[in-house]
């Protein structure tokens, strides 16, 4: 019965910080159609699901921390995992900032890609994903 409150305390934590985000979210949404700057809903669109992936692994790291061994890093798990999640979840800024401040951002071709990519099912998994591996690859 501890272990089931352990998790469901922990799955009431994350509903509660996925609604907070998700109502921020949108009002930056909201914000960035106003005030025609999306800098900041772009930042946040794509941070967020990190931190909601830490928060699924984050359970088991402190499970994993409180027993005393020797702690070592999975670099196969880093490359093979994290470096192309972490290359999806940053490809929306590196194309608004090519979009935006080179001769390559007349071509609407660049725009289209950046409305696909960004707050795309695709994206906010691979975020979430990303912030799960970033905890994980620690080992023992």
Do not use: E
């Not at 794509?46 to 061994?69: E, S, T």
């Not at 979840?89 to 409305?115: C, E, N, Q």
């Amino acid at each position: 019965m501890k272990r089931f409150m352990y998790y469901f305390v922990w799955v009431l934590f994350i509903g509660i910080i996925s609604y907070l985000g998700s109502q921020y979210y949108l009002s930056l949404k909201s914000l960035a159609h106003g005030m025609f700057d999306s800098n900041l809903f772009i930042i946040y669109s794509l941070v967020f699901p990190v931190i909601i992936g830490m928060l699924l692994k984050l359970p088991g790291l402190i499970k994993d921390i409180k027993q005393q061994k020797k702690w070592t890093f999975d670099w196969v798990k880093l490359l093979a995992i994290g470096a192309p999640t972490f290359f999806i979840v940053t490809s929306p800024v590196w194309i608004y900032t090519i979009w935006t401040y080179t001769s390559l951002g007349k071509h609407s071709i660049f725009a289209d890609f950046l409305r696909v990519t960004i707050s795309t099912p695709f994206t906010t998994a691979a975020g979430i994903v990303l912030g799960y591996c970033l905890l994980d690859i620690l080992k023992r």
